[in-house]
């Protein structure tokens, strides 16, 4: 993303212009992004533009994509200036960087050798276009493809090799998979806690024994938490091609279908099914957000595109929802940011109009900008916001009573303790799109069904179970957030989790 932000002329930086951040330096409101863009540019000519211009585009695709920012004093975008506009052929970087064939040889060694091997695919998979080769790698081995938050998506999730995802709120299946292989090859993914289940050993991984290839386009995160037996720096795409290159050809389902290997992981896979299937399928009233979230989707198209920001929406949607094909699930992930899903949402389905597009967001979520409601009704986008509502921040909740034994300031109450809630549908309704209210599981999917036929932006809000454990999700692996001492039991839980991480 290129962000243009305006900025204080350059002939009064520092005197207090209207809306000048000045205290440590003159028009420093660019600096304030200064932690999450690539790089950034404050020209103060306008004959530099042409040059910061390349650069920008050049560091914004090139690498780990992502946001640049470009910061325009008010004098240099009124100036005029006779420019050269350069040729962006002889400016950009067309071809992503390659492993060396000597690692790639390595790598392709190993793998050939492991009896367990496992794929760990993460954003990068799918930024880099990898997902088909991905697969394609996992048919070659017979290997499980496991995914990260970013990740899901990077295998069709009904695949015999698709072995769910990793981490804490995540799979069973994925994480025993992970945690037993012996050769892990993990495709664009940095490890984070929440997906390495705080990185103790034997939850999700144990890295050592398991010996890791570590393909990355980013040098700083091989090796970045787990050792590698090989990195593979480079491009995902080219190097999971240059992998199976390597390997030759061989494997595919009559190969694989016949190990013990591949009976072990159908049988992993059915335990995680039917363990989730008890939320999914529940006919509990108020209904659980899985059993919400598999009736939104009987009533989507197989390449919906379904967006989520945080809570628990956000991991419900990422145990429970098919996702088939790359870029469609959109998550803030793990900086699993309220208010992200309303505008991403609407975002989506101005990329791509050709596409149902789902914004699955949490009562809390959906507080934060539910203004955005006026520009898909202004722009009479169909967009479906699904707005799944047990008043309050329930995850929160959860994490409250979970490590310290105690809630507060989490449920949305009135003063004398009875449950607070805006009228969703009305909130709807009055920005003017299509709205209902279902509180029933069996309305959910018909319900659905009228808002994408609407064909212009529509609101479903549905009641969901705001107590445990059906207000919940299915916790899978572990993670590490500190306990005060003086909640002993809880406290002493968390040391001896502590103790068996991995991650020096
Ligand atoms: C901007 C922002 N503020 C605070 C948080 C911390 N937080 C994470 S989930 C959550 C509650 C989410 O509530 P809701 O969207 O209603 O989902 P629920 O868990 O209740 O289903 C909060 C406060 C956050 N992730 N992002
Ligand atoms: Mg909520």
Redesign the pocket.
């Known amino acids: 993303m290129l962000l243009v932000t305006g900025s204080a002329h350059t002939y009064m930086r520092g005197h207090g212009l209207l809306q000048e951040v000045e205290r440590r330096h003159g028009a420093d409101n660019a600096r304030v992004f200064d932690p999450i863009v690539k790089e950034w540019w404050q020209p103060s000519r306008t004959d530099e533009l042409p040059f910061v211009l390349h650069r920008a585009w050049n560091q914004m695709v090139s690498g780990r994509p992502g946001p640049v920012l470009l910061d325009l004093p008010m004098d240099v975008q009124a100036d005029a200036a006779d420019v050269t506009i350069p040729d962006p052929e002889q400016r950009e970087a067309h071809n992503g960087a390659r492993p060396s064939a000597a690692d790639i040889e390595r790598a392709a060694r190993l793998l050939a050798e492991a009896d367990r091997p496992v794929i760990v695919a993460g954003g990068g998979a799918i930024t880099a276009e990898a997902a088909d080769l991905v697969t394609a790698l996992a048919e070659r081995l017979g290997a499980p493809v496991a995914t990260t938050w970013m990740g899901k998506g990077a295998i069709d999730e009904t695949h015999e090799l698709n072995a769910w995802s990793v981490g804490d709120t995540a799979s069973t299946s994925g994480n025993r998979l992970a945690a037993t292989a012996d050769v892990l090859i993990a495709v664009g993914c940095r490890f984070t806690d929440w997906s390495s289940s705080s990185w103790r050993r034997g939850v999700t991984y144990a890295i050592p024994p398991t010996r890791l290839i570590q393909i990355d386009v980013d040098p700083r995160e091989i090796g970045k938490n787990y050792p590698v037996e090989v990195g593979l720096l480079g491009d995902a795409r080219a190097a999971v091609a240059d992998l199976l290159e390597a390997l030759g050809p061989g494997g595919g389902p009559t190969a694989y279908r016949s190990t013990a290997y591949f009976e072990e992981i159908q049988a992993r896979k059915t335990e995680w099914e039917d363990l989730k299937r008890a939320k999914q399928r529940s006919a509990a009233i108020p209904m659980t957000?899985a059993r919400a979230l598999f009736e939104v989707q009987a009533a989507t198209a197989p390449d919906a595109i379904v967006v989520t920001?945080?809570?628990?929406?956000q991991s419900i949607v990422k145990q429970n929802w098919v996702t088939r094909r790359p870029r469609t699930h959109l998550t803030s992930g793990g900086f699993?940011?309220?208010?992200f899903t309303l505008p991403a949402a609407i975002g989506a389905r101005l990329c791509r109009p050709d596409r149902q597009v789902l914004g699955i967001?949490?009562?809390?979520?959906?507080l934060?900008t539910m203004q955005e409601l006026a520009a898909a009704a202004m722009l009479d986008l169909p967009v479906v916001f699904v707005v799944?509502n047990?008043s309050?921040?329930?995850?929160?909740k959860g994490g409250q009573t979970n490590f310290f034994g105690r809630t507060a300031a989490v449920d949305f109450l009135h003063r004398d303790g009875s449950i607070y809630s805006p009228d969703y549908q009305a909130i709807g309704a009055a920005f003017g799109l299509r709205a209902e209210h279902v509180d029933h599981p069996d309305a959910v999917r018909p319900a659905v069904e009228r808002a994408l036929a609407a064909d212009g932006p529509a609101l479903v809000a549905i009641d969901?179970a705001r107590e445990l454990p059906d207000a919940g999700l299915d916790k899978t692996g572990w993670w590490d957030a500190p306990v005060p001492e003086f909640h002993a039991e809880q406290h002493a839980a968390q040391l001896a989790g502590r103790a068996e991480e991995q991650h020096r």
């Open positions: 957000q920001g945080a809570g628990l929406p699993s940011t309220m208010g967001a949490g009562d809390g979520d959906f934060q799944l047990n309050g921040w329930i995850s929160i969901v």
